[in-house]
């Protein structure tokens, strides 16, 4: 007998931004997996069991997790912001591809969330307005070569560029590394805006220009939205500035 | 006296993918703004005004609803998925940079939601699990050009793409267009995933190749995602297939 899995995404930290969806899958189940800060954010149900992970051992929880529910239970798996989008949806297929024949048969579903980006976009603004892409910065599971060549490009045919896991203990150089590629395509006047927690407890929100970015503290809880060469930075007396990519682009631009 | 304008992501369709914080920003609105079919999903709320306006009149829409917040309303704007991916926030920034200055004091707000790739994404799988690009086709706002350079800079470098807008009745042939030039950078066997009216009544979702993808219907309430060389595609008896994108990219593939 063949239960279920529902990946869940989280969102960025506030409840307010947990879909009713997602609330609901993770109330049905029985059991949840999960890294360990995004479980605490689950509310606690009696007779729900709780199996936190550390945050690099995704493929082992998703196998965890499958074989639970391939034993019948039903069972959710917590993920950050959306879970498709650098987050747990791909290693749980990823482990369904190379499992057993039986976890093809599970109900799996994946409950979309609001990915960091877009918290970040809309507190800033709208500087994801126009054609963007979503880069990891991580080179754990990709060659740091790749990365610079996705972001020249990137940069390059004028998307704006949102970077996750931008920064880690392990990890102190990328960011800046990824800001030298960028100022070989981009003016140094392009708006970077950096949101820390966002929608968390410390929220804090940036904006520098490309040239001064590397300046600007980040860390592992950071998102960064580098924008494009038309990217636009609105100066309010009293308040944030707004930052935002045009919908539109002159036949002259290209 | 200045109010407050809050642009609220709607997310793809359905009650349980409005998030608390957009349903509470509805709740507390004196008037709504926006385009019918969206405004059709606020529920209604005695004494609240409705101003319901076509889907093209994005500019004329943000500056009532901001003239309406500068004579002291709360106003809301709804927006359909999340407002900063192809939608209002955009046009609302841009109408306050070429306003009025006391435009620049009103209390703006935007409220994130679940944009519609990620929607998709989630119900395919995690085609979007590894760097992506959102690129909206339309060139109402941008020259086809420009759209076919963007395209193929997206998939050499070994993007997913998410095409937004990729047929209207005034533009029929753009989305047979952007495969021909995604042909010439990826193999025939690229998996694309068709999304119609996700998390709406009607959902169907198809999943095909890339040298197929043409003759897959396809209108303005679709979303396409276009995979990478690395997508996978996990065939499930009983189940649609499973569609994602390895979370990592071995050396040699650079």
Redesign the interface.
């Known amino acids: 007998m063949s239960g279920r899995l529902a990946v869940v995404?989280m969102?960025p930290g506030?409840?307010?931004?947990?879909?009713?969806?997602a609330a609901?899958a993770l109330a049905a189940a029985d059991a949840v997996y999960g890294y360990g800060p995004y479980l605490d954010r689950v509310p606690a149900r009696a007779g729900q069991a709780r199996h936190p992970t550390d945050n690099r051992e995704?493929i082992g929880r998703a196998r965890a997790a499958l074989e639970a529910a391939a034993g019948g239970a039903s069972v959710a798996m917590v993920s950050g912001g959306?879970?498709?989008?650098?987050a747990m949806?791909?290693?749980?297929?990823?482990a369904?591809?190379h499992g057993p024949a039986a976890w093809?048969?599970i109900?799996?579903?994946?409950?979309?969330?609001?990915?960091a980006m877009?918290?970040l976009?809309?507190?800033a603004?709208?500087?994801?307005?126009?054609?963007?892409?979503?880069?990891?910065l991580s080179d754990n599971?990709?060659?740091w070569?790749?990365v610079e060549?996705?972001l020249a490009?990137?940069a390059?045919?004028?998307?704006a560029v949102a970077l996750y896991n931008p920064v880690s203990r392990a990890r102190p150089w990328q960011l800046r590394a990824a800001f030298d590629v960028l100022r070989g395509a981009l003016p140094g006047a392009t708006p970077v805006v950096f949101g820390r927690a966002v929608a968390r407890d410390g929220e804090a929100v940036t904006v520098a220009a490309l040239d001064g970015a590397a300046a600007v503290p980040a860390d592992m809880a950071t998102c960064v939205i580098v924008g494009s060469a038309a990217t636009?930075v609105?100066?309010?007396?009293?308040?944030p500035p707004?930052v935002?990519?045009?919908?539109?682009?002159a036949?002259s631009?290209?």
């Open positions: 995404g969102g506030s409840a307010g931004l947990v879909t009713p969806d609901a995704e959306d879970p498709g989008v650098f949806a791909a290693a749980v297929c990823e369904v591809e093809r048969g109900d799996l579903s994946v409950q979309p969330g609001v990915t877009l918290a976009a809309a507190r603004g709208a500087p994801l307005g126009h054609d963007f892409c979503a880069i990891s599971l990709k060659p070569a790749l060549r996705r490009a990137a390059g045919a004028g998307f636009r609105v100066q309010r007396p009293g308040l707004l935002y990519t045009p919908r539109s682009v036949e631009a290209t």
